[in-house]
């Protein structure tokens, strides 16, 4: 594994802990940066390529949860693997659809950690991290957060960007509108709310509305697909 891959972001208040995380990475040859809060380990996150992050589910201030949210949110792909002392099953769950990559419950051996850890930083370093998805002539980029289609830059609200994307990110198939909800709100389906409905009709009338061909087109009564004209 190249030295930038071998760069560890472990985002961890408690002291003890930290200490230990830090000792043991770094004795298995790892370059590790310390963060005690969430705020510090996102602006790190964003300041440098890591090979993986461990993050705490608990942390000062900010949810673990909601940090890896807003990572993903930003751009920041970095494989996550949560640390918490919280295991019951919808606790797992939640973490993983936040973003999170894996989830290892506290109190827990080094070397089963140490493993995780290596299984994240191999597909860091195997897989090619996707920065533009491209539908047609529609751009999106992951790390600037901007769209185009042809010559034309579209202006997303972020809400709006991540329903793009999720639908991008499935061109050709359709996505239904539980799976939408699911996804971009992290909410469980309710067959008497429209939002999904709103928001796609907002960026339809943004990609779409001035263009000869649609990209985002309605499969009535199941949901939405994206796909390019051919």
């Known amino acids: 594994m190249p030295g930038g891959r071998r760069r560890i972001l472990v985002i961890e208040d408690d002291p003890e802990t930290a200490e230990q995380l830090v000792d043991s990475l770094s004795s298995n040859g790892y370059q590790v940066d310390l963060a005690v809060t969430g705020d510090d380990g996102l602006e790190r996150a964003r300041s440098a390529d890591y090979a993986v992050m461990t993050i705490d589910r608990m942390l000062p201030g900010s949810d673990g949860i909601s940090i890896i949210r807003r990572m993903r949110d930003a751009g920041i792909v970095t494989p996550a693997l949560i640390v918490s002392a919280l295991g019951e099953i919808d606790e797992r769950v ?25 299984a994240l930083a191999r597909r860091s370093a195997t897989v090619v991290k996707e920065t533009v998805l491209r539908v047609g002539d ?65 960026v339809r009338r943004k990609v779409d509305g001035q263009q000869a061909y649609p990209l985002i087109h309605t499969v009535r009564g199941v949901g939405f697909c994206v796909r390019a004209p051919g």
């Open 138 to 202: 529609l751009e999106l980029d992951l790390v600037t957060r901007t769209v185009r289609r042809g010559a034309s830059e579209i202006e997303l609200l972020p809400r709006e960007f991540q329903v793009l994307e999720y639908l991008v990110r499935n061109a050709g198939q359709v996505v239904p509108r539980a799976m939408l909800l699911q996804h971009v709100w992290d909410l469980h389906f309710d067959p008497t709310t429209n939002i999904i409905d709103v928001y796609v009709g907002r």
């Open 94 to 118: 939640r973490g993983l659809r936040a973003g999170g990559d894996d989830y290892l419950v506290k109190p827990f051996a080094f070397a089963e950690l140490l493993a995780r850890v290596e």
